[in-house]
């Protein structure tokens, strides 16, 4: 089956830091790759999509000058939080669709959990 | 607008009895329904979807779950639970297939023995 990988799998940071998640479909190329957050007890929350080659799409309430995301090519998606807080630590984790697959086909990769101090 | 209410955040069974985790969802138009598994240090997996065909859907490793409109529920079941079965699940919606996926805050299924 289709594997999506993530990077780095855990990450501490001091606050006022940057730091940046990959997101790799290894055995397919993913025309779009979605980013999801998820708190303590709390549910997913799709933070923004990111189509191959353009910007991103942001959901309502999602700084994107804080939570940048390159989609570079077929197999790589990054999310980078600039500046990060205490507030922004939580669990990162994506997602990729193949082209042509239907829409709610999504294949997600394990998770970041980000801890910023 | 979508939501996904999951009922119980844990939910113990012995192995060999049945498998239930609720699901109740509300959306404003024809929902997508999925239910996801979570094996610890791995990714969501698919288990299962509605798709607006039968009500009654059968997934992967023996579980099943049944589309009820009037109820605006999305069960999960499984007839005998098995030890590998202990991991956390998620029943999520989609506005009739669109991109966006809403989830529940999901449920750890413990199976003792």
């Known amino acids: 089956g289709a594997v999506v990988s993530q990077h780095p799998s855990w990450v501490i940071c001091k606050s006022g830091t940057s730091v940046k998640i990959e997101c790799r479909s290894l055995d397919f190329q993913a025309t779009t790759m979605f980013w999801y957050r998820q708190f303590p007890k709390q549910s997913l929350m799709l933070m923004a999509t990111s189509n191959e080659g353009s910007k991103a799409t942001y959901e309502q309430g999602v700084e994107k000058d804080k939570f940048l995301i390159n989609h570079a090519s077929l197999t790589l998606s990054t999310l980078t939080v600039t500046s990060a807080h205490p507030e922004d630590s939580s669990f990162y984790i994506c997602?990729?669709?193949?082209?042509?697959?239907?829409?709610?086909?999504?294949?997600f990769g394990p998770g970041t959990r980000l801890l910023v101090l | 607008a979508q939501s996904v209410t999951q009922l119980g955040s844990h939910v113990s069974v012995s192995e060999g009895a049945l498998v239930l985790l609720r699901c109740n969802y509300s959306s404003s138009v024809p929902p997508y329904l999925f239910w996801y598994v979570q094996y610890p240090n791995q990714g969501l997996q698919l288990l299962l979807k509605y798709t607006s065909a039968a009500t009654l859907v059968k997934g992967i490793n023996g579980f099943e779950a049944e589309f009820k409109k009037s109820e605006t529920s999305f069960h999960l079941t499984k007839p005998s639970a098995h030890m590998s079965d202990a991991a956390e699940y998620f029943c999520a919606v989609s506005p009739g297939g669109g991109n966006k996926l809403t989830f529940g805050t999901g449920t750890q299924l413990k199976v003792e023995l």
């Open positions: 997602s990729a669709r193949e082209p042509g697959q239907t829409q709610e086909t999504q294949y």
